[in-house]
Each structure stands twice: as structure tokens, then as C-alpha cells.
């Protein structure tokens, strides 16, 4: 009899274990409204209305590295604007993104040069950032379908996101694998494909800071996964959110002026 009693008690614990477990599975499951809510998380970690920062951005490659130190301003995802302080041989480059329209202007020649969409995908500045990658002309939750996967071998604690681009939109990835913490939908990595599934390079994020009230990944590392030695890291200085900017920012005039 004490066997049996044994027994039964073994199953139900088995059982009441394993219920445990679905329930704990199912309670990390998002739904659809919770995962356009990762992703719109993930779109806007350094947007807001409006913004300003200081970032610097160091481009390493086998032969050379330098520098760079910016200033950025946004309003919304339809304007963008950049200049370069430093080095002096770069001093007051800058870029302006209007809506679909970008322009560069470069103080030596005092020329204003609009990029055309089919050049978004171009490197900015010798990087390995793109110009899309710095403007944003593209979003994930506006441009991409996105479902959530499950990776083998990577931890529990992260979400992970396939994002597929839209087939009329000029995007070379075929698809882009991000991995985002449970806790507060902050990225840690993004992985891009090719349309053959062959990975291309990985933006890494690290070094939580609060700027403005929010909290961002201060530092961001581009690694192109096809040229060895290569890579481009961003480092966050200073970041204000939702503040009040000049509207002449987001202008010719003021691209044209190198202050």
C-alpha cells in the first residue's frame, strides 16, 4: 500500500512540476499587441519627439582608425540632423534628413550634395554604418513584418525577433534577428542576413545609461561579419529627450552654415 501511495504521489508531483512549467512558458509568451510593443520599444530607444546628442564614433579598420565627434537632433522619424565638430578635416560636414530627402554638406568645397534613396544603403563617412542606419528613413515596425523565434543555445532572458523587410522598399537585408532583454525591451544585438541567409554584420549594444530620464544603450558596435578587422563603435557623451528645438534646425540654410 505505501508503494502504491508512493507512486501516485510521484506522479502528481511529476505532473504538478510540469504544469508548472507550461504555465511558466506561457506566462513569458507575448502577445500580438505585446510584440508591436517590443518592436516600437526597439524602433524608439533613441527617439522621441524631439532630441539632441553628443556621440562620438570611432571607425576601426586594419589599417587605420579615427574619431569622429557629432552632434545630432531629431524630431519624430521624418527629421534628422548631424555635424561633425571634430577632427578639423571634417569640421562642419553635416547631414539633413527631410521626410524621404537627405543631403550632405561639405564645408571644403561648400557644397550641398542631396543622396538619392537608391544611395541610403551607402556607407556614411568611411563607416560601417550606412546612411539609413544614422537618418532612419526605415523602421521596423513601419517597414518590416516581424515574428518572435526561438534561438538554441542563447539565453532565456532575451526575446528574440525575425524582422523581414517589405519587397517594395530599396533594403538589401533579407532579414534582420534581434535579441531583446524580457525585463525592459532594451536590444542587446542585432544580426543582419543577406537574402541568402548569410550573416553580414552585428550592431551590439552595451553600457546602460539613463540620458534624459531614459535609459539607452550608451554604446553601440557595428561589426561587419564579411571584412575582417573592421568596425564602428558609437559612444552616447550626452542625450536630452522631448525638448524644444529651433525649427530653423531642420533646414538648407542651416546645413549650409557649418555653426
Known sequence: MNRIIKIVLTGFLLFIMAMTAVMAQSSEKLSEQNIRDLVKKIDQIYRSNTSYAEFEMEIITPRWQRTLSLDSWTEGTKKTFFRIKEPKKEKG????????Q???FLPKTNKVIKIPPSMMMSSWMGSDFTNDDLVKEFTLF?????ELIDIEGEPDS?????????EDLPIVWGNIVIAARKSDYIPVWQKYYDEKGNLMREAVYSDIKIFGGRKVPAVMEMIPRNKEGYKTVIRYLKAEFDIEL???IFSLRNLRSGK
Do not use: H
Open 102 to 104: 537627405m543631403w550632405n
Open 142 to 146: 513601419e517597414d518590416y513584418s516581424y
Open 93 to 100: 560636414v553635416a547631414t539633413l534628413r527631410i521626410g524621404n
Open 158 to 166: 532575451l526575446y528574440y525577433l525575425n524582422c523581414i523587410p517589405r
Open 246 to 248: 529651433d525649427k530653423d
